[in-house]
C-alpha cells in the first residue's frame, strides 16, 4: 500500500525549485561519482593553509589580547569564548583596525558586523534594505550564485546588468535604473565584486570605479561590494576599493575570511557604516543588521572568532599580511593554469578562447558548443577533468557555451595533467 507525500513542492517556497539553489550540490554530486577526475570546479582555498593550522594557540593569542589590550579578567575572557557572546561580534575592533590600514576603509568598529561567513552578510543586507516590492537588486550578468540565491530566498526580483571585460557596464545600470523607474519601480542596490568577480574574474578599473559611485549617488542606490578575491591583485598593481572611494555612504563592504584565513571558520563580515534615522535618534546600519542577526543565527561562534581574531594579531594586525603567503600561491597557480591553456591548447579547436586575469581564482574558457550537463558529464567520464558550466552564473542565457576553471584548490602538477586532459576532451568533442 502506498501513501501520498506529506508534502508538495509547490506547496513550499518557490526558491527550492529554483536551480540557482541546486547548482553547488550539482556539482559536489558530478565529482562523487568521479573522484578520480581531476577537478576545476571547486572555488575553495588550498588544503596547504590549514595543514599545520594551530587552533588552540590562536585562541590563547586572542584571549592575551582580550586581556592585555581589553582589560578583561582572565575567567571572563574565556568565558567569552563559550558563551552566545554579542550578536554584532568579539573582533569588530581588530576587522576595523586591519581594514584601515591595508585597505583605507575608515570605518569605525561599530560599523562592523561579524557574520556566518560572507553569505549571511548578504542575506543580511539584502534583507535590511529591500523593504518595498517594488525594489529591485541589480547584480553583474554573470554572477556570484550566493547573492541570487539569497535574493530568491528573500523574494526580491533581481534585474542584471552586463559584465564585459572591464568589469560591470556602469552605462548597462544606467539604462536598468531608467527602465526600473519608467515601471514605477526604483533599483534599491547593486551587487558589485570590482576585483576578479567570481565568475567573471574581471577588474574595474579605476575611472570605472568613480563613474560608479557617481551613479550610485546620482541614481540613490547603495552598492554591495564583495572584496573576497581583491587580495590576490599583484602587489604592484593594487586599487582601491569602492569603499575605500566611498565618501557618501554609498557602499556597503562585504569580506569573508574564508580565503584569507580558512573556510571551517566561517567567519565573514559587513562593514555598514550608514545613519539610520529613528524617531529617537540614529543607529549605523550595522546595529540594525545585528538585531536581524539574532533571529537568524543568533552570534557568530565565537571560538571560530578568536582562531580568526588570533591569526590577525599574529601577522601583526594585518589581512595583507595575513594573505601575502596565500596570494602569492594564487597567482603562482593563475599563471600555471593560463600558461598550460596556451601550451597545450595552441591547436584548439576554432572557437576555444579564454581569459588571462591577473588576480583570483578564475578563467573562463568559451566553446565552440554547448556546455551542459551531458558535455560535462563525457568530460569527467571519458577524460578524468571537471569543470563548472557557466549558464548557472548567467540570467541572461548569454553564458550556454561557456566554462569556469578554478586553479585555486590544485597543485601545479596537477592543474598541468588537468589541462593536458581538457584540451584532448576539448579537440575531440568540440572540433569541427
Known amino acids: 500500500m502506498t501513501t501520498a507525500p506529506d508534502l508538495d513542492a509547490r506547496d513550499l517556497h518557490g526558491s527550492l525549485q529554483d536551480p540557482v539553489l541546486g547548482s553547488i550540490g550539482f556539482l559536489n554530486e558530478v565529482m562523487s561519482r568521479h573522484p578520480d577526475a581531476i577537478s576545476f570546479a571547486p572555488g575553495a582555498p588550498h588544503p ?11 585562541t590563547d593569542r586572542f584571549l592575551t589580547h582580550l586581556v592585555a589590550d581589553r582589560g578583561l579578567d582572565p575567567a571572563r575572557a574565556e568565558r567569552l569564548l563559550y558563551e552566545y557572546g554579542p550578536a554584532q561580534g568579539l573582533i569588530n575592533d581588530l576587522v576595523a583596525g586591519a581594514l584601515r590600514a591595508d585597505q583605507g576603509i575608515r570605518a569605525d568598529a561599530r560599523a562592523v558586523v561579524i557574520t556566518v561567513g560572507a553569505q549571511e552578510a548578504m542575506l543580511l543586507t539584502l534583507r535590511a534594505l529591500f523593504r518595498e516590492a517594488g525594489d529591485v537588486l541589480a547584480v553583474a550578468d554573470p554572477c556570484f550564485v550566493g547573492i541570487v540565491g539569497a535574493a530568491r530566498l528573500l523574494d526580491i526580483p533581481v534585474v542584471a546588468v552586463h559584465e564585459g571585460d572591464n ?3 556602469i552605462d548597462d545600470l544606467s539604462a536598468r535604473c531608467r527602465e526600473a523607474h519608467a515601471a514605477g519601480r526604483r533599483v534599491r542596490a547593486c551587487y558589485v565584486a570590482p576585483d576578479f568577480s567570481n565568475p567573471g574574474g574581471v577588474r574595474m578599473p579605476l575611472d570605472l570605479r568613480r563613474r560608479l559611485l557617481d551613479l550610485a549617488a546620482r541614481e540613490d542606490l ?6 573576497a578575491y581583491g587580495f590576490t591583485a599583484p602587489e604592484d598593481d593594487t586599487l582601491p576599493g569602492l569603499k575605500a572611494l ?15 584565513g580558512f573556510p571551517g571558520a566561517r567567519v565573514g563580515y559587513a562593514v ?4 539610520v534615522r529613528h524617531a529617537g535618534g540614529e543607529r549605523l546600519l550595522a546595529e540594525e543588521l545585528a538585531d536581524l542577526k539574532t533571529m537568524v543565527t543568533v552570534n557568530t561562534s565565537p571560538l571560530s572568532q578568536a582562531v580568526v581574531g588570533g591569526l590577525l594579531l599574529d601577522h601583526g594586525r594585518s589581512l595583507t599580511a595575513l594573505a601575502r603567503r596565500k596570494a602569492d600561491r594564487y597567482r603562482r597557480n593563475l ?7 596556451e ?7 576554432a572557437g576555444v578562447t579564454w581569459n588571462r586575469p591577473a588576480g583570483g581564482f578564475f578563467v573562463r574558457v568559451n566553446l565552440p558548443v554547448r556546455a551542459d550537463a551531458a558535455l560535462l558529464e563525457v568530460s569527467a567520464r571519458d577524460y578524468g577533468v571537471l569543470w563548472t558550466p557557466m549558464s548557472q552564473f548567467f540570467l541572461t542565457g548569454r553564458g550556454d557555451r561557456q566554462i569556469r576553471l578554478s586553479c ?7 592543474i598541468e595533467t588537468g589541462v593536458r586532459r581538457l584540451a584532448t576532451f576539448l579537440r575531440k568533442e568540440t572540433g569541427t
Open 272 to 275: 555598514a557604516d550608514q545613519r
Open 222 to 227: 547603495l552598492l554591495i561590494e564583495d572584496n
Open 343 to 349: 601550451r597545450h591548447l595552441a591547436d584548439a579547436p
Open 408 to 414: 585555486s584548490y590544485l597543485e601545479p602538477d596537477r
Open 246 to 260: 566611498d565618501t557618501g555612504r554609498r557602499v556597503i563592504h562585504l569580506g569573508t575570511f574564508a580565503k584569507v
Open 335 to 341: 599563471a600555471c593554469l593560463a600558461d598550460a591553456l
Open 48 to 58: 596547504e593553509f590549514v595543514r599545520h593550522l594551530d587552533t588552540r594557540a590562536l
Open 167 to 169: 568589469g560591470l557596464d
